[in-house]
């Protein structure tokens, strides 16, 4: 492809990226810590390590190194998915160049990501707040590959590789389907590229270690095909999930709008084979049962397409008109959707979700972990000294060792791999719901908060013998 580039409209894509990180900063700090980012940061701090049962090991990295920076703070420990939220804005703008756009359609394009539900899940350090700017970022150089045919870019795609796989392992999905795209639309040399395999060899190279950890723990990460499969929502509601992700407003229309002109549009016939793969990525996902996020990272591409194709078609002269008042709508909706309210406020208006639902479900996680603190502090000195803190399930446990500052153990999912207590414990204050898994290992049992805390006390039998019973899923 020999089209000619257009200039990059620095100045306006900038402005939307700045204000997206900029609501991003400004409400990181509240209300308190989610689950996840919690359990990553305490797995980064305490256990370091090249893999985990749920996830490679770079976010769990990254939240140590920003805890060890400021530690406590949530701002600085939800910076890094801050930046990446404004850095994908900024690509997904690239995009559309390559693909021809002009100023008024790169600055849709970052608009349409700006105000997608991938800023909105940015408010949390988590794998589905990264992982998005990472396949952003490749499909940018395959469309910039496809345009000039540089093939440098395709090492640059296998290093942008090698880093989401330490994310999380579902780039090869992506990749899977674009070559099979590419070998049936072309560009079918994409395959022959020694540069691609050269890339490839780079990403698998990084992998290494972290496959070597899953291998000689028995390939947990396996296992989450069923977790994730549990609590799949219906069909009907996977679709509906992954549509509304791309922004209640102008996504889910530029979404729609971009995958028909990748599809069927002339000017865009080089890179259909990537609107077919983003189809493809979309059925495994659904067919797999995956959680609907798990796309958001096949977004730029159609909004970039959506934007190119609409500012150069000859459209009546009124469109402009609306589709501005249309972006500022949009861009309302979802600030309002970031924590910006007062924690008491109400969830939702009708279909439009407040960002005070964050607070429905960081806020009592919080207080949870000062009662288990409380009631571990209560307990008689000689009794404190020999009990450890067990928690039903990992959000219990990554909630209590953050607020509580104590080492807390769980059989759930990746704290198992963290370790028993040691044998000088004979005693635990379970926190949880159905304290039945522990019951068979102590002698005696004493509730402390109805339906929620327990003093288990007398262990019956030695660490190493209980802690393969007490894995749980």
């Known amino acids: 492809m020999t089209r000619p580039k257009t200039a990059f409209a620095a100045g306006p894509v900038l402005v939307v990226a700045g204000l997206a990180g900029l609501a991003l900063l400004l409400t990181?700090?509240?209300?308190?810590?989610?689950?996840?980012?919690?359990?990553?940061?305490?797995?980064?701090?305490?256990?370091?390590?090249?893999?985990?049962?749920?996830?490679?090991?770079?976010?769990?990295?990254?939240a140590a190194a920003m805890d060890a920076v400021a530690p406590g703070s949530l701002v600085a420990l939800r910076l890094p998915v801050t930046l990446a939220a404004a850095g994908g804005v900024v690509v997904t703008a690239l995009i559309a160049r390559e693909l021809g756009g002009g100023r008024g359609a790169q600055v849709m394009a970052a608009a349409c990501y700006a105000t997608s539900g991938i800023v909105i899940v940015s408010h949390w350090l988590a794998t589905y707040a990264l992982d998005p700017f990472l396949w952003t970022v490749l499909t940018w150089l395959l469309v910039r590959w496809t345009r000039t045919?540089?093939?440098?870019?395709?090492?640059?795609?296998?290093?942008?590789?090698?880093?989401?796989?330490?994310?999380?392992?579902?780039?090869?999905?992506?990749?899977?389907?674009?070559?099979?795209?590419?070998?049936?639309?072309?560009?079918?040399?994409?395959?022959?590229?020694?540069?691609?395999?050269?890339?490839?060899?780079?990403?698998?190279?990084?992998?290494?270690?972290?496959?070597?950890?899953?291998?000689?723990?028995?390939?947990?990460?396996?296992?989450?095909?069923?977790?994730?499969?549990?609590?799949?929502?219906?069909?009907?509601?996977?679709?509906?999930?992954?549509l509304l992700s791309a922004g209640v407003g102008v996504g889910v229309l530029?979404?729609?709008?971009?995958?028909?002109?990748?599809?069927?549009?002339?000017?865009?016939?080089?890179?259909?084979?990537?609107?077919?793969?983003?189809?493809?990525?979309?059925?495994?996902?659904?067919?797999?049962?995956?959680?609907?996020?798990?796309?958001?990272?096949?977004?730029?591409?159609?909004?970039?397409?959506?934007?190119?194709?609409?500012?150069?078609?000859?459209?009546?002269?009124?469109?402009?008109?609306?589709?501005?008042?249309?972006?500022?709508?949009s861009a309302v909706v979802t600030l309002v959707a970031l924590p910006v309210w007062p924690a008491s406020a109400r969830t939702s208006y009708g279909p439009f979700t407040l960002g005070s639902t964050f607070a429905q479900g960081e806020l009592p996680q919080q207080e949870l972990a000062k009662a288990i603190g409380q009631a571990y502090a209560a307990l008689p000195p000689e009794t404190r000294a020999r009990t450890v803190v067990y928690a039903e399930i990992y959000p219990f446990a990554a909630v209590t060792e953050f607020y509580g500052g104590q080492r807390v153990y769980s059989g759930h999912r990746g704290y198992w791999y963290f370790g028993p207590p040691p044998e000088s414990a004979d005693a635990v204050l379970f926190a949880g719901f159905d304290p039945g898994s522990l019951r068979p290992y102590f002698a005696h049992e004493t509730q402390v908060a109805e339906g929620l805390l327990w003093v288990f006390d007398g262990r019956t039998a030695p660490w190493a013998r209980i802690w393969p019973d007490l894995r749980r899923e």
């Open 28 to 62: 990181s700090g509240r209300y308190a810590g989610g689950f996840d980012e919690l359990y990553f940061l305490v797995a980064g701090r305490d256990h370091l390590s090249w893999g985990y049962f749920d996830q490679p090991p770079l976010v769990p990295a990254l």
């Open 149 to 242: 045919r540089r093939d440098g870019l395709l090492v640059w795609a296998g290093v942008v590789t090698a880093v989401s796989l330490e994310t999380k392992f579902l780039i090869p999905a992506l990749w899977a389907a674009v070559l099979l795209a590419a070998l049936w639309l072309g560009p079918r040399e994409l395959l022959s590229r020694p540069k691609l395999w050269l890339g490839a060899a780079i990403a698998a190279a990084v992998t290494v270690p972290t496959l070597l950890w899953q291998a000689t723990h028995g390939w947990p990460y396996t296992h989450m095909g069923d977790v994730v499969a549990a609590e799949f929502p219906g069909y009907g509601g996977w679709v509906r999930d992954a």
């Open 254 to 329: 530029a979404l729609g709008y971009g995958m028909w002109r990748l599809l069927r549009s002339p000017e865009l016939r080089p890179y259909r084979y990537l609107g077919v793969a983003v189809l493809l990525v979309g059925v495994a996902v659904l067919a797999t049962q995956g959680r609907a996020y798990y796309v958001m990272g096949l977004y730029a591409v159609p909004f970039a397409a959506a934007a190119t194709e609409l500012t150069r078609r000859n459209l009546v002269g009124w469109w402009k008109a609306v589709a501005w008042p249309a972006f500022a709508l």
